[in-house]
Each structure stands twice: as structure tokens, then as C-alpha cells.
């Protein structure tokens, strides 16, 4: 399927090959693997002997064919190889030129078979000289460029205008930029994007406020990043600051949501800062993306992606803001050096985003998050021990000839940040806190691996105070440690009571009529005081854990006398709703297969999808109708989303 014309033109270039002989050999046991710095199971660079130092994009992005067209010029630092390896996949490369203005000249250039699974793409292997400091590839993406979301204008606010985002964590960047694509190597980069003069063009780079008359962009990102945290977007955007250093871009119709929902905005950057240091990037804004976007944020540097239905209108959803800013520490500045030490990023960046949620809404806001996300593990550690793979549930992975997004589970983010919540609980929250500064700050700009981690956690706070703590055990081994810290929250416990007693039968949710009596004008009177739940009354993860607490046996008629009285099917907060569609699907409560249709079909970020898409699949009536609906709207999603529920729906 892939190769098409593509393996055609290939097949040409292949005749011009010169040899690659002197291509070093890769490390080939895993002790070697992880002495090289610049190892990645899921790169053909060969970053040891050539890497690029800073990429410079001229780029036109065509709406009406859905193709971007341009040059990448790489900047490299060559130590004496013939040979310079790119990562490919899904584009089509016209020529290769090394050199610079009237030097430059065009080279000989080969692409390798695509790896078996299709998960790496192909290594693009292009001639040079040992003195060659520039290598231009001219190229065009394909439909096969699964970064790119190209959505038409239905798919966006507006509806009047077409958007481009790109997603290029954890090895798509490959996919639209012919790239050394290993988060091992870090690059600076600047771009010339041409894009329709009615749309602006914003990059995780420095951006203009507004958009010009030229329909050209020009960005620079002056911090060595890795290849993942390149990221452009493309549509009819307006900025609104809400400081000096921090706004946000959308689309004129999100304006007024974004302007109330990200007020705290300055807030979470005060508190990041003063934790951890100085935010090393400039300027932090978002860019709230239209809703196939998979995730609910990308970190992307100055410019963190969101989704959508994170503007719930009532600020409950803001954990991921907080999240992605920290990132900017654990992620952007301190990289992960491979995608088995991805729980240096995550989990890093949940622990960070409690404690900024923390300083902002209290500690029993943050517990309530992090007790929800415990709870997730708990199902996640199940999963994982019965499936292929139970060494996943390890924090250092070995995710060789998989694709890396099968290391993005709860065992990086969650586990890991109740491996730093232990270790805080252990050595006191003050000393815990100086190590990290410490770390991010020794760390900065670089990219480590677990075993570097490791060493530094022994030297800088173990030993140091002599705290007798099995670091070896969270990170190497399955499953979680008995030393876990226990979390408790009355409030969560209150919410599944009160789920048992709608289990049981009883009308838990009913009104209560109370009397109460009351003196008026020297007259004793009873008064009639009516209460009853009502959705505002409690917190989102309250009302998660309620509905996850639900027996998918309470019937439709109970569902439906819910839906009454605090009307989930319709609430607007994606994270209910999702819940709330998985239970009525298992209680075969079909009333609510039209909401289910109209958030899945408007919908892209993947952690909702899965779950809805999974409930679908356990009868196969549901499953039917989930492929049916699927064959009419996996275009809505983009290609992260589309292959994730494909492959769901077509498991055995
Ligand atoms: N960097 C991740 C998203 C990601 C991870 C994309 C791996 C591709 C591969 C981002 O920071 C993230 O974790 N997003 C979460 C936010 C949540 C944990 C608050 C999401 O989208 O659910
Ligand atoms: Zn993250």
C-alpha cells in the first residue's frame, strides 16, 4: 500500500546510490546501546558521525491540494562520514543538494525499504563530503504524512476557513520534515512558511501577534530542541495576551471562552517558576486547536497545542494547562533521550502539574487528581500484566521494534509521578524540591537517559540523606512498589457510597424534603426545605468516580432518571460525558446513542475515544454500529486517532 509511486521514484534513486559502506556500525548489545548517547531504537540517524545542528524551513502549505511543498536545509556537524542518514517517512523527496548559494550542488541520495511494520518509515541516506556543513532536501508531504491534520473548514469554529496543525511527538515529525528524528538530538531551528493570505501561520518558535498581508512567516527557535517539539499550525487565528509572557491564539469564535477559561494563566507561571526556576523559553502562549486534535495539549515550546474541550467554561479542566507549562521544564529543558525513558517526561511533568495545581486550588484539589489517576493505574497495571507485553509496567521500557506510542500509558505518567510523590514522602518535600531545581538546572538543554538519572538521584539526594529508598525497585521492576504513598480523599469515598446506594435500588438521587421550624413574628412555623444534588455541587472527579462507581447492570430506566436530574449525556465537560456514554453503553441504554454519535464524530482527542470505541466492541450489535459510524467519520480525526480506534476495531 505505502510505497505506491513513491517506491518508484525510490527505486530510480537507488541506481545513483554510491556505497555506504563506511557507515559505522550501530551498538548491538543492550550494554552498548546504552553507553551511545546517541542510540534510539526508533531512528536510522547516524548521529554519532553526522547530526544536524539547525534545520532552516522554506515552506509553501497548499489547502487546496493538502500539501506542503519546500526545503529542509540541514546544518550539520560531520566527523568524517560519507554518509548522512535522514528519517522518511511518507515523502517524497525531489533532489538533494549539499553546500550553500552558488556551491551548492546536487548529490547522490538513497532510500531504504521501509521497516516491517511500518512503524520507523525509511532511512534516507544522502551522500556528502567530509567538509560538507549544508544539506538541502527538497521534498513534498503525501496523504501518508500522518502528522498532518488537514481539516476542511466544517471541521473548525469558524466554519468558513480550513486548518493545518502538525503532531509530531513521538516520531511523526519524520512524516512532514525529512529529519534526524531522535529526541537525542537537540537543534535549533528558523522557517519561512507561505501560507493563504486570509490565514496566519504560528510555530513553536517565536510568532507574530497578528496576521500580516503577505500570507508569509518567518520564525526562529533560537533553543536547541528535539526533532518532536517542531510543530506549525495554519488557520484563522487572534492572539489574546494575559501578561507580558503568556496568551493565547484561536480562532475568533473560541475567543471569549479562552479569554476565561486560561485567566490563570500568569497564575500557573508564577507558581511553576517559583518551584522549579525561571522559565527558560521567552514567551508561553496556547493555541487552542480545532477538536480532532488527539491529544488534550502538546508541550510544544512558546506554543502549547490544546484541545478544545479543555474551555469547559468553568476552569475544571485546566490541569492540563498546568501540565503542559510544566513541561517546559520536565520535557522541553530536560529531554527524554529515548522513548523508553519517556517516563522522565511524564511522569516528571504530572508530579509538576499537581504541584502547581496545588499552589493555585489547594492540596485537596490535587489529591483528588492524583487519587482519580491512582485508580486509573490500578486498571492499567491489570491490563498490562495480561497482555504481551507485562514488562510494560516497568518505568525504563524497552520498546524495540514497537511503536514508541506503546510506552505512553499510565505506568510513565502515573506511576512515575508516585515514584517522585514517594520519594518526596521519604526524604521531606524541601529536600525533594532543591534536588529537582537542582536537576532541571544541571540538566538543562540536554537529553538524559534513565541510568543517568539514576546516578544523579544516588549522588545528589540519596546518599546525601542517607534515605534508604529502592529506586532500582520503581524503575526496573513491574508493577508498584509496596512503599507507595496512600492517598485518601473523603470526598471521592462519599461519591462511591452514594453510587452503591443507586446500585442497590435506592433513589439516592431523589430530592429530600426536610422540615425545619422557624420563628416568624414571635410564631413557631414548619418550613419545607427541599434539597438536592445538582452537578454543580461537586467536582469533575467526583462526578467521574461516581459514574465509574455505577454497576453497567443499573438498567436504562435508572440511567435515564439520572440523565434527569443532572443531565450528563449533555453537560459540555468532555470527561463526564465520556464516562457517562461508557456506562450507558454497557446498559444498553440506546437513548443515548445520539449524543454518543455527535461527540464522537466532533471529538479527536484519543483518551476519549478509546474507552467509547472499547465499550462499542464488547457486544458485537455495538461493535457493528461502531464500524459503520467509523466508516463515515474517521476523516474527522487525525491519523494518531484514525490508526489507534482502526486497529481497535479490528482486533479479532
Ligand atoms: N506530550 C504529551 C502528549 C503525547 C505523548 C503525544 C506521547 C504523543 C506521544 C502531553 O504532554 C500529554 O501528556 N498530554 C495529556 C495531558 C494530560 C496528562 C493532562 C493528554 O493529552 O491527555
Ligand atoms: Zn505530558
Known amino acids: 500500500m505505502y ?13 545513483l546510490m554510491t556505497s555506504c559502506d563506511s557507515t559505522p556500525k550501530a551498538p548491538e548489545t543492550k550494554t ?7 542510540y534510539d531504537d526508533h531512528s536510522y540517524s547516524n548521529l554519532k558521525e553526522i547530526r544536524t545542528s539547525h534545520l532552516d524551513l522554506d515552506l509553501e502549505v497548499n489547502f487546496s491540494n493538502k500539501t506542503i511543498y519546500g526545503v529542509a536545509h540541514h546544518t550539520i556537524i560531520n566527523k568524517g562520514s560519507d ?21 551548492e550542488r546536487e548529490t547522490d541520495f538513497v532510500i531504504g525499504n521501509m521497516d516491517k511494520d511500518s512503524i520507523l518509515g525509511q532511512p534516507l541516506l544522502v551522500t556528502v563530503k567530509p567538509k560538507t556543513t549544508q544539506i538541502n532536501i527538497y521534498y513534498q508531504t503525501t496523504t501518508d504524512s500522518d502528522a498532518l491534520d488537514w481539516l476542511d473548514p466544517a471541521l473548525t469554529s469558524s466554519k468558513k476557513h480550513p486548518f493545518l496543525y502538525t503532531q509530531g511527538q513521538a516520531i511523526l515529525t519524520r512524516t512532514w520534515i525529512p529529519i534526524q528524528d531522535s529526541p537525542s538530538n537537540r537543534i535549533t531551528y528558523s522557517a519561512k512558511i507561505k501560507v493563504p493570505k486570509e490565514l496566519m501561520a504560528v510555530m513553536s518558535a517565536k510568532n507574530s501577534k497578528r496576521k500580516n498581508d503577505s500570507g508569509t512567516y518567518y520564525f526562529k527557535m533560537e533553543k536547541a530542541i528535539p526533532s518532536y517539539l517542531i510543530a506549525l499550525a495554519v488557520g484563522d487565528l487572534k492572539y489574546h495576551a494575559f501578561s507580558s509572557k503568556t496568551g493565547v491564539y484561536c480562532e475568533p469564535q473560541l475567543m471569549s471562552s479562552c479569554k476565561y477559561e486560561f485567566e490563570d494563566l500568569p497564575k500557573m507561571m508564577n507558581a511553576a517558576e517559583k518551584l522549579y526556576g525561571n522559565y527558560q523559553w521567552g514567551q508561553y502562549d496556547l493555541l487552542v486547536l480545532p477538536y480532532s486534535f488527539p491529544f488534550g495539549g502538546m508541550e510544544n515550546p512558546r506554543l502549547t497545542f490544546v484541545n478544545p474541550t479543555v474551555l469547559a467554561g468553568d476552569r475544571s479542566l485546566v490541569s492540563v494547562i498546568a501540565h503542559e507549562l510544566a513541561h517546559s521544564w520536565s520535557g522541553n529543558l530536560v529531554t527524554n533521550r529515548t522513548w523508553n525513558d519517556f517516563w522522565l517526561n511524564e511522569g516528571f511533568t ?11 486550588y ?22 498490562i500484566k495480561n497482555s504481551e507485553h507485562p514488562e510494560d509496567s516497568r518505568l525504563f521500557l524497552d520498546l524495540e521494534n514497537r511503536d514508541p506510542d506503546a510506552g505512553m500509558t499510565d505506568i510513565a505518567y502515573v506511576k512515575g509521578a508516585f515514584f517522585l510523590k514517594t520519594l518526596e514522602q521519604k526524604v521531606g518535600r524541601k529536600n525533594l524540591d532543591i534536588f529537582l531545581k537542582n536537576y532541571f538546572h544541571k540538566f538543562a538543554f540536554q537529553t538524559i537517559n534513565t541510568s543517568i538519572f539514576s546516578e544523579y538521584l544516588n549522588e545528589n539526594l540519596l546518599s546525601k540523606t542517607k534515605i534508604d529508598f529502592d529506586s532500582k525497585e520503581w524503575i526496573y521492576k513491574e508493577g508498584i512498589p509496596e512503599n507507595c504513598v496512600h492517598l485518601k480523599s473523603s470526598r471521592l469515598d462519599k461519591m462511591v457510597q452514594l453510587a452503591e446506594r443507586v446500585n442497590n435500588g435506592e433513589k439516592a438521587l431523589a430530592p429530600k424534603i426536610t422540615f425545619k421550624t422557624i420563628r416568624r413574628k414571635g410564631r413557631k412555623k414548619r418550613k419545607m426545605i427541599v434539597t438536592k444534588i445538582e452537578r454543580k455541587d461537586h467536582i469533575v472527579q467526583e462526578w467521574q468516580t461516581f459514574i465509574r462507581a455505577l454497576s453497567p447492570t443499573i438498567g436504562k ?3 435515564r432518571e439520572i440523565d434527569n436530574r443532572l443531565n450528563f449525556a449533555k453537560c459540555g465537560n468532555a470527561e463526564i ?3 457517562w456514554y461508557v456506562l450507558g453503553i454497557r446498559n444498553n441504554y440506546k437513548q443515548i446513542r445520539p449524543q454518543i454519535t455527535a461527540f464522537i464524530s466532533k471529538v479527536g482527542r484519543r483518551k476519549y475515544l478509546i474507552p467509547i470505541y472499547e465499550a462499542l466492541c464488547e457486544t458485537p450489535e455495538n461493535k457493528k454500529w461502531a464500524k459503520e459510524l467509523f466508516a463515515k467519520i474517521s476523516l474527522n480525526y487525525h491519523a494518531v486517532s484514525r490508526n489507534t480506534i482502526s486497529d481497535l476495531l479490528n482486533e479479532k
Not at 510505497?3 to 541506481?15: D, E, G, K
Not at 554518509?83 to 556551491?103: E, P, R
Not at 489547594?362 to 491489570?382: C, P
Request: glycine share 4%.
Open 350 to 360: 504530572v508530579y509538576f502539574e499537581e504541584r502547581i495545581m496545588e499552589k493555585l
Open 32 to 38: 552498548e546501546q546504552l553507553a551511545d548517547s546517541t
Open 577 to 579: 460525558m465520556t464516562e
Open 3 to 15: 510505497f505506491r509511486i513513491t517506491y518508484l521514484f525510490f527505486v530510480l534513486c537507488a541506481c
Open 83 to 103: 554518509t548522512a542518514i535522514f528519517d522518511i517517512k511518507g515523502l517524497l523527496i525531489q533532489k538533494i543538494t549539499i553546500g550553500k548559494g552558488k556551491n
Open 362 to 383: 489547594g492540596k485537596e484539589i490535587a489529591d483528588i487528581l492524583a487519587l482519580v489517576e491512582f485508580h486509573e493505574l490500578q486498571d492499567e497495571l491489570k491490563r
Open 557 to 559: 430506566e435508572t440511567m
